[in-house]
Structures are given as structure tokens and as C-alpha cells.
């Protein structure tokens, strides 16, 4: 069972940047996307960007295109999102995710799911 873990979130001036990390543990071997999501108060889970794990074929959401970046380090099965020119519609719970039929940025095929980690963006 894969387990996720993400951290680096914090809170930031319009502007700014954060790297967000994904630290995956577990049966990894069922990986094909992986996934960053967002939830916004009073707002639905979004995909933000999606990587296709076994070549590093990246996919973003328009509103991220350009500012956002995903990356993955296989050594150390750890997922990033460098998050550069952050805007305050940008904040939310940001939560990584994978499983064996996840695609793109569809939450609902994505079984694994990290505990979240907040980023808040002020004017």
C-alpha cells in the first residue's frame, strides 16, 4: 500500500515561491500518474499538474501553466512542485496522489492520497 506524505507548504506574499514534496512509501511499483490536487475553502479538489511517472511526461492545469512545475526524484520516490509567482487564488490545501488507475486530473481514479499540506498566498 503506497503511503504519501507532503510538506513544504507555508504561507507567502504574492510572488513568492514554495517546493512542495511528496515523499511516497510503500508498494511503489503501481505507480503510473501522479498527482498534485488542491482544495480551496468552499471549493472543489482540482488537479494542478500530473506527471506520467514512467517516462516524466508532465501535465498542468492553465491556471498553473508557466508558474508551476512537477518534477520527480525516483532515487529518493519523492514528488515536487516548484511553485513560482504564487497568487493568492493559489491558496489551499495542496494533497499529492497516485494509484494503478489514476489519469491526469481526474480525482476520482487516484486510490492514495497524502494528508495535505496548506499554502496560503496574501496581497
Known amino acids: 500500500q503506497v503511503q504519501l506524505v507532503e510538506s513544504g507548504g507555508g504561507s507567502v506574499p504574492a510572488g513568492g515561491s514554495l517546493r512542495l514534496s511528496c515523499a511516497a512509501s510503500g508498494v511503489t511499483s503501481s505507480r503510473n500518474y501522479m498527482g498534485w490536487f488542491r482544495q480551496g475553502s468552499g471549493k472543489e479538489r482540482e488537479g494542478v499538474a500530473a506527471i506520467w511517472t514512467r517516462i516524466g511526461t508532465a501535465y498542468y492545469a492553465e491556471s498553473v501553466k508557466g508558474r508551476f512545475t512537477i518534477s520527480q526524484d525516483n532515487a529518493k520516490n519523492t514528488l515536487y512542485l516548484q511553485m513560482n509567482s504564487l497568487k493568492p487564488e493559489d491558496t489551499a490545501m495542496y494533497y499529492c496522489?497516485?494509484?494503478?488507475?489514476?489519469?491526469?486530473?481526474?480525482?476520482?481514479?487516484?486510490?492514495?492520497w497524502g494528508q495535505g499540506t496548506q499554502v496560503t498566498v496574501s496581497s
Open positions: 496522489a497516485t494509484g494503478p488507475g489514476a489519469y491526469l486530473f481526474d480525482p476520482l481514479t487516484y486510490t492514495a
